[in-house]
């Protein structure tokens, strides 16, 4: 079964940056397309980017564009989400999560254990 595990979390303050790493740990990871979900306090889990298993096509949500990019390096077997200006209702534990189809944030085929990002002044 594919693993995913998940570092890069920690307390920002609000407009500070994160990188979040997702590594991999079967090397059949390129043939996942990978995404990023979210679930906050009291919220709803929320699918937030995705990246398609040959880095052709990146979707990152509406609400986060701009602020949010998803990348993927096969040869480390990683994907990074890099989170810019981020605010106090970013805070939530992210998920790296493998994907049964690029954007289908419904029902992930696996998921990592989170990373906690809080951000607070």
């Known amino acids: 079964q594919l693993q995913l595990v998940e570092s890069g979390g920690g307390l920002v303050q609000p407009g500070g940056s994160l990188r979040l790493s997702c590594v991999a740990s079967k090397f059949t990871f390129d043939y996942y397309d990978i995404g990023w979900h979210r679930k906050a306090p009291g919220k709803e889990r929320e699918g937030i980017a995705s990246i398609s298993r040959e880095e052709g096509s990146t979707h990152i949500v509406d609400s986060m564009k701009g602020r949010f990019t998803i990348s993927r390096d096969n040869a480390k077997r990683t994907v990074y989400l890099q989170m810019n200006n981020l605010q106090p209702e970013d805070t939530a534990t992210y998920y790296c999560?493998?994907?049964?189809?690029?954007?289908?944030?419904?029902?992930?085929?696996?998921w990592g254990q989170g990373t906690k990002v809080t951000v607070s002044s």
């Open positions: 999560t493998a994907l049964a189809q690029f954007k289908d944030y419904s029902d992930p085929l696996h």
